[in-house]
């Protein structure tokens, strides 16, 4: 599992290095190799980081396709919240909700905390094992399954197959 949390982040640091210079010039390439392999030998001695993600072509698939989802996720509620900005006399009822999710890895659950805040409206506040409290601009229901459906359920299926 060692070894594969080091291939994992050379290569996320490395796709990272060619992105952020827009070249694949060999000296590009070359110093992009290293500068990624110095990193990942000095600070994955002891990470685990990666050892939940399952390496599968279905896995991948599905990161792909999770991608789209939450940009369209993204895109609704930023014209959601817009609307609401330049639409004062729309209703609006925030509150805190509860949700539960079905994601058992710890990284799992916090990339759908994480996409959940970053969507417009929505905030987690906080995760406690598989519920999740989040502060929601226009709470429809109090009931935790309607919750669920409505904030989680999106996310959480592309994320189950990711990461379990």
């Known amino acids: ?7 994992i982040l050379f290569l996320v640091l490395l796709a990272v290095w060619l992105l952020l210079n827009s070249s694949f010039e060999i000296h590009i390439l070359i110093v992009g190799v290293v500068v990624s392999l110095i990193i990942t030998l ?3 001695r002891n990470c685990n980081v990666f050892s939940e993600i399952k390496l ?15 940009s369209a996720a993204l895109i609704k509620s930023n014209f959601d919240v817009a609307r609401r900005v330049v ?51 226009d709470v429809l229901s ?9 904030i989680v359920s999106r996310f959480e299926k592309y994320l189950e197959v990711i990461y379990g």
């Not at 599992?1 to 291939?7: R, S």
């Not at 599968?56 to 939450?70: L, R």
């Open 1 to 7: 599992m060692k070894i594969k949390n080091h291939i």
């Open 42 to 44: 000095i600070f994955c």
């Open 56 to 70: 599968t072509p279905k896995a991948f698939f599905y990161a792909i396709i999770y991608v789209f989802v939450f």
């Open 87 to 137: 639409t004062p006399s729309l209703p609006i009822n925030p509150g805190i909700v509860t949700v539960k999710t079905k994601l058992k890895s710890k990284i799992g659950r916090l990339i759908l905390a994480n996409s959940i805040t970053l969507t417009p409206g929505t905030l987690t506040i906080d995760i406690k094992d598989d519920i999740l409290y989040i502060h929601w601009i």
């Open 142 to 150: 109090t009931n935790i399954d309607e919750d669920t459906q409505q």
